[in-house]
């Protein structure tokens, strides 16, 4: 027998007004080299739009700690206060430093899932290996690197040499890349946006990308882990300590610093709402655009219960984005 699922409606679609809304808002200063402004202006519009939701939501996770930018904090409500009772992981922009460069890969992302499901920390950091469906199983993040390339590589059917593995360009996945190298798997190194590098891990036969390996963002791990898990593919995780001082932090928020965390361990819910938008155009998602009178936005929209995966192009007209206030009437758009 089926359980039928506790959330009864599709909050994903609501939760795609939230994204349009904050990468709309994010949109009209990329480029222009201010990341604090672009971080202000999606943070406005994100928990506005989060306020009109029928939801009694709690931000377990975010990145304005991390950033130093206007947050969604730790505990914030938001929501009307109508059931149901929910976690919000939130990154009103995952690439600020993409947006304000005007570069590839920058959205805006949300996720929700049952109370007290999320996996919340004040740890910045975490270790993540991300595979799709056909790999699903056979990962162990406590293995050496190459253990788990040819395990992936036997699963998907392909020579370790053909696989492609996405890692964020740091200083701390330096390790990392050189153990990739030395089995001969081709490497796309990302400067930002691991949420979406983990997304191309998970959907393998459509990008290409056979895995994520190396350390980014927490709440990034997070996101990623509620989209995986409705996707169908496989993801672990552990905290990143750069000093002692975090590990203390993550012993006292009562985490077990070097326990591998599954999929289950970074989201136990079952009924789980994932959405971004594209605020760059990326390999992930097109980003905003406009054309005579209306921005244009695309945007991915997932919910467990179903499985379904919706990728939506919607068309909004600027006129009532200068309206609303997400596109300044000082701000030219061509």
């Given at each position: 027998m089926i359980e039928e699922p506790k959330i009864n409606r599709n909050l994903a679609l609501e939760l795609l007004r939230v994204t349009e809304a904050g990468a709309l808002a994010a949109a009209p200063l990329q480029g222009r080299g201010n990341k604090a402004a672009a971080d202000?202006?999606?943070?406005?519009?994100?928990?506005?739009?989060?306020?009109?939701?029928?939801?009694?939501?709690?931000?377990?996770?975010?990145?304005?700690?991390?950033?130093?930018?206007?947050?969604?904090?730790?505990?914030?409500?938001?929501?009307?206060?109508?059931?149901?009772?929910?976690?919000?992981?939130?990154?009103?922009?995952?690439?600020?430093?993409?947006?304000?460069?005007?570069?590839?890969?920058?959205?805006?992302?949300?996720?929700?899932?049952?109370?007290?499901?999320?996996?919340?920390?004040?740890?910045?950091?975490?270790?993540?290996l991300v595979v799709g469906r056909k790999a699903r199983g056979v990962i162990d993040l406590e293995m050496p690197v190459e253990w788990n390339l040819r395990r992936i590589a036997k699963a998907e059917g392909l020579p370790v040499q053909e696989l492609t593995v996405v890692v964020l360009e740091r200083e701390r996945n330096n390790e990392v890349i050189a153990e990739i190298r030395a089995v001969g798997s081709r490497i796309k190194l990302i400067s930002a946006g691991d949420v979406a590098g983990a997304l191309e891990a998970a959907l393998e036969t459509r990008f290409g990308i056979h895995c994520m390996m190396g350390s980014g963002g927490a709440t990034e791990g997070v996101l990623a882990a509620c989209a995986i898990k409705t996707i169908g593919g496989d993801m672990q995780a552990k905290l990143f300590f750069r000093d002692e001082k975090e590990r203390e932090v993550a012993v006292k928020e009562g985490h077990r610093p070097d326990k591998v965390l599954c999929l289950d361990d970074l989201c136990s819910?079952?009924?789980?709402f994932f959405a971004a938008t594209g605020i760059t155009s990326g390999e992930l998602l097109k980003g905003v655009r406009y054309e005579d009178v209306y921005a244009y936005t695309q945007s991915m929209v997932l919910r467990s219960a179903s499985g379904t995966m919706r990728i939506v192009d919607a068309y909004h007209p600027i006129d009532k984005l200068r309206a609303k206030g997400l596109l300044p009437e000082q701000v030219a758009i061509r």
């Open positions: 202000a202006r999606a943070v406005e519009a994100i928990r506005s739009s989060l306020a009109t939701v029928d939801m009694k939501g709690t931000v377990v996770i975010g990145e304005g700690e991390k950033d130093e930018a206007p947050m969604l904090y730790f505990g914030e409500q938001l929501g009307n206060g109508l059931e149901p009772e929910v976690d919000v992981a939130v990154d009103p922009i995952e690439g600020t430093s993409l947006t304000a460069a005007g570069l590839p890969g920058a959205i805006s992302v949300v996720a929700l899932a049952e109370r007290g499901t999320m996996f919340t920390t004040h740890v910045h950091y975490m270790k993540k819910g079952q009924d789980i």
